[in-house]
């Protein structure tokens, strides 16, 4: 005779799964990967499919042979984190960097802790930053828009970032005028180097955080206190001295959408109340002015977001919601 176990009540149902989320990102991020063909070429397609391959790759190795599981590729997650190491790198980055970045991010940023949900950084980022201290030359050689038909021998140019830290340290306002208008920096469409591939279209991503704040991927939490922190503190340093870039060309340039949307967002490596996803975005995007206007890289999104990924159980600690019926002792 079958036996039922009823639980206690409240009974909901959701439909909610780690498969629809993951591929709920994915179709947001499609628009991005479409501009990014429009304006790179082949160079975006060989460097995004090569990182997809091997992310997937390596995950499904590490697990069946060193984990001893039944791989879990087609959840998504890793075909995620490949697409999103793929969008933080420029499109002429030699095969075997990517190659090595994936490795990177999932085997050290994501298997190592024991696979999804259980690593406190975020992988993609893990990757990328590991590429980015180890071969600075090649991360940091950017691509012009247009050069479509070229892969490692495209013509590269100087980011908006990189004419904003040069501003400030040669304490000279002239080289800001060489930044494109923040029409062109919406739509991506810049003549100099444009940065890495997933970050080109600042237009894109948004219409991809649309997307996801419809479907419920997502709330509105972390992304518009990363920006909005961005755009008071780097207008507040504009209207303190004309070395600093006005805030528009501060939240439109380099990987600040792409991050706030899609690398910061991430579920694992996030606080869980809409309290500690506040004060998470809010700590992020000062870390990112901080960095990008005094420290020494250009840019600084992926650092500020690994950064306050290991103050996330922190934070979870100290907004944890008061328990129902429990007494606080004062």
Not at 111 to 127: K, Q
Not at 194 to 208: F, K, Y
Request: include cysteine.
């Amino acid at each position: 005779m079958a036996k039922f176990i009823v639980s206690l009540s409240p009974h909901a149902h959701g439909t909610d799964s780690v498969e629809r989320n993951m591929y709920g990102v994915i179709i947001a991020l499609v628009p991005a990967l479409l501009v990014s063909f429009l304006y790179f070429g082949i160079g975006s397609a060989v460097v995004c499919c090569v990182s997809v391959a091997a992310c997937v790759f390596f995950e499904w190795a590490i697990t069946k042979y060193m984990l001893k599981r039944n791989p879990s590729i087609t959840d998504g997650s890793a075909i995620l984190t490949g697409l999103l190491l793929g969008f933080n790198l420029p499109s002429n980055l030699p095969l075997w960097i990517i190659i090595i970045g994936a490795l990177v991010a999932i085997g050290i940023g994501k298997m190592t802790f024991g696979g999804l949900g259980c690593n406190p950084f975020n992988p993609a980022l893990v990757g990328r930053c590991f590429l980015l201290v180890s071969f600075p030359a090649q991360m940091t050689s950017w691509p012009k828009v247009g050069n479509l038909g070229a892969y490692l021998d495209a013509e590269t140019g100087a980011t908006p970032l990189s004419l904003m830290k040069t501003a400030i340290k040669t304490g000279d306002p002239s080289y800001l005028e060489g930044l494109p208008d923040s029409l062109t920096m919406l739509l991506g469409n810049v003549p100099d180097g444009a940065g890495t591939i997933g970050e080109v279209c600042a237009l894109a991503l948004l219409v991809g955080l649309v997307y996801m704040l419809w479907r419920r991927i997502i709330t509105w939490h972390i992304p518009v206190s990363i920006i909005l922190t961005v755009f008071v503190f780097s207008g507040l340093l504009h209207l303190a001295s004309p070395i600093y870039a006005d805030p528009f060309s501060a939240i439109l340039s380099g990987g600040l959408m792409l991050g706030a949307i899609f690398m910061a967002t991430d579920y694992v490596t996030s606080p869980m109340t809409h309290n500690g996803q506040l004060i998470y975005g809010v700590c992020i995007g000062l870390l990112t002015v901080i960095i990008r206007n005094w420290g020494s890289y250009p840019e600084g999104m992926s650092f500020a977001i690994l950064i306050m990924n290991a103050f996330t159980p922190l934070i979870n600690t100290y907004v944890k919601p008061k328990r129902f019926g429990e007494v606080v002792k004062k």
